[in-house]
């Protein structure tokens, strides 16, 4: 901790001539302080993170068989649930025809929901794609 009184008596060393115990209490209480600071700033971070996941266990919703987010009172996405799930990160998913398609991992999700829907990954050049089981290990670039 930083305390007043240490400055108060580095302040009194001065004053009394002796700068060289003064210099040195100086350096501890600047080497005490850049690691406070540091400290500081990986909490600020960790607080950051926590928000951040705070605001997506209140805000992230599940309707049509995919997940939304809820900010500024509007409702973002679709976002897919595959890469959420496997990553932790939110990818929007693009509409195609009657299809949402992830930009990320290329699945298709269906826009109608079904208890158990079954994905499509468009993986071959001519972009015809294939239907796969729900929970089939999903490739990322
Ligand atoms: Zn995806």
Redesign the pocket.
């Known amino acids: 901790m930083l305390a007043y009184s240490t400055f108060k008596e580095i302040h009194a060393l001065f004053t009394r001539g002796h700068f060289e115990a003064a210099r040195r209490m100086l350096m501890e209480l600047q080497a005490r302080y850049i690691a406070l600071c540091d400290e500081v700033g990986m909490l600020k971070k960790q607080v950051q993170e926590f928000e951040d996941i705070l605001f997506l266990a209140q805000n992230l919703i599940t309707e049509e068989g995919q997940y939304w987010l809820r900010a500024g009172g509007i409702k973002h996405g679709p976002f ?5 799930e ?1 990553t932790g990160k939110l ?1 929007r ?1 693009e509409s195609h025809k009657n299809v949402w398609r ?6 298709l999700h269906s826009r109608t929901p079904e208890p158990r829907q079954a994905l499509a990954v468009n993986s071959s050049p001519a972009g015809q794609g294939r239907i796969l089981p729900f929970r089939l290990p ?1 490739k990322h670039c």
């Open positions: 897919c649930k595959s890469c959420y496997y990818f998913l992830c930009p990320y991992c290329g699945l999903i």
